[in-house]
């Protein structure tokens, strides 16, 4: 869907005086921020006993997307492992069950990696994804006791979708806006 030319906003280049390419604004401006943060009151979250206010799109625990029939929504055509700059994203595909090409699924990912240790948490392999299969979640709280605990698979993938869902704690790209999705604020 293309824009609307009303979306669009032109934005002309500043000219910049002698001043400004002194950058003494710049440095004026730095200063008195990191002043004004040393003379502010210091604010201690109590954690875990108090929840941390995080916003609507926070980019936490990924989490892998089941379609309408419950089965695993990954068509795996490897666009999330491909777009991911940490290649934490590992697939592994196999032909579809002949109940799942009914619905023309081809394929289906035998197994399902991301390596959570090695994830930058940047979105992009939710993006990549032409079915909208794996999307971050607003879990933080992410521990493990070993590296293998950090490996989530496909089956770990699926139960946090489960506890997602039946949390009522969707990521904010499940409402997609007029400008693609997560482009709005969700409905308070």
Not at 128 to 133: K, L, M, N, T
């Amino acid at each position: 869907m293309p824009l609307a030319e009303n979306d669009v906003t032109w934005v002309e280049e500043a000219k910049l005086g002698l001043w400004e390419q002194l950058y003494i604004p710049a440095l004026v401006a730095g200063l008195k921020t990191t002043l004004g943060h040393m003379v502010k009151p210091k604010i201690t979250e109590q954690y875990p006993e108090q929840e941390p206010k995080l916003t609507p799109n926070y980019r936490g625990v990924h989490r892998l997307n089941r379609d309408a029939a419950g089965r695993v929504k990954c068509v795996a055509c490897y666009m999330c492992a491909t777009a991911c700059p940490a290649h934490c994203i590992d697939i592994v595909a196999a032909p579809a069950p002949t109940e799942w090409q009914k619905d023309g699924r081809e394929k289906y990912p035998e197994t399902f990696v991301i390596d959570e240790l090695r994830c930058i948490y940047c979105g992009m392999c939710e993006e990549a994804c032409p079915v909208d299969a794996i999307e971050l979640t607003t879990l933080y709280d992410l521990t493990g006791l070993s590296r293998e605990q950090m490996v989530f698979d496909k089956e770990k993938l699926l139960s946090v979708f489960d506890a997602t869902t039946k949390a009522g704690t969707d990521p904010v790209r499940t409402q997609s806006g007029k400008l693609g999705p997560a482009s709005e604020a969700p409905p308070a």
